[in-house]
């Protein structure tokens, strides 16, 4: 599966950005897909994952209540809408592709994508 993330940017604390990443290869629908991040010297994180369905989500404490995570297995895509960023959001994201919408929760993943930067300013 190959994955390409775009939409990162600068925003102000409060605003919102929508990041979007196209899944290609013959089996990426049957994938779950999400969307990670690691922010300069922390560990990566896990940010959001939903499953093939599109129905079945999953997010962090963190961003639960704030961002939505939706695809669309016509076109392939999984998208991230980050409302009410906070300065702590700041980190390059990356989209990924499992099996197993759990095991991206819990921190892994078979599939990455490249890195999209988001900067929050205060």
């Known amino acids: 599966v190959q994955l390409q993330a775009s939409g990162g940017g600068l925003v102000q604390a409060g605003g919102s950005l929508r990041l979007s990443c196209a899944a290609s290869?013959?089996?990426?629908?049957?994938?779950?897909l999400g969307w990670f991040r690691q922010a300069p010297g922390k560990e990566r994180e896990f940010v959001a994952a939903v499953g093939t369905d599109g129905k079945s989500t999953l997010y962090s404490e963190s961003v639960k209540g704030r961002f939505i995570i939706s695809r669309d297995n016509a076109k392939d895509t999984v998208n991230l809408q980050m409302n009410s960023l906070k300065p702590e959001d700041t980190a390059a994201y990356y989209c990924a592709a499992d099996r197993f919408v759990l095991k991206m929760a819990q921190g892994d993943s078979d599939y990455w994508g490249q890195g999209t930067q988001v900067t929050v300013s205060s």
């Open positions: 290869g013959r089996t990426s629908s049957s994938y779950a």
